[in-house]
Nanobody, 127 residues
């Protein structure tokens, strides 16, 4: 089992920045690729960003790739999502997730492939 706890969400004005954290406990953290997803009211949960086990490979959705950066500190068992130039369209509950089996390149972008999920953290961007 892997337990994931997100933090860092909150209310921010458009154009502002936030950094989300995902703290992991349980099994060896480096055995898992990690992803961030988000879900806005009435919408499907969508992929935001992913990072490989060692942190050398990353991917991000087109809608955020020029503004959001995913990183991880395996010594601290934590994955981060740095979010810049936020817009109201980024308002959602943000979830981190861990996957044991990875795709070619060490990344997982399909939410159905993730084994463990956190409880989510709310991000609200005001206009």
């Amino acid at each position: 089992q892997v337990q994931l706890v997100e933090s860092g969400g909150g209310l921010v004005q458009a154009g502002g920045s936030l950094t989300l954290s995902c703290a992991a406990s349980g099994r060896t953290f480096t055995n898992y690729a990690v992803g961030w997803f988000r879900q806005a009211p009435g919408k499907e949960r969508e992929f935001v960003a992913a990072i490989s086990r060692g942190g050398t490979q990353t991917a991000a959705a087109n809608s955020v790739k020029d503004r959001f950066t995913i990183s991880r500190d395996n010594a601290e068992n934590t994955v981060y999502l740095q979010m810049n130039s936020l817009t109201p369209e980024d308002t959602a509950v943000y979830y981190c997730a861990a996957a044991a089996r990875v795709d070619y390149g060490g990344l997982v972008t399909n939410r159905d492939r993730y084994d463990y999920w956190g409880q989510g953290t709310q991000v609200t961007v005001s206009a």
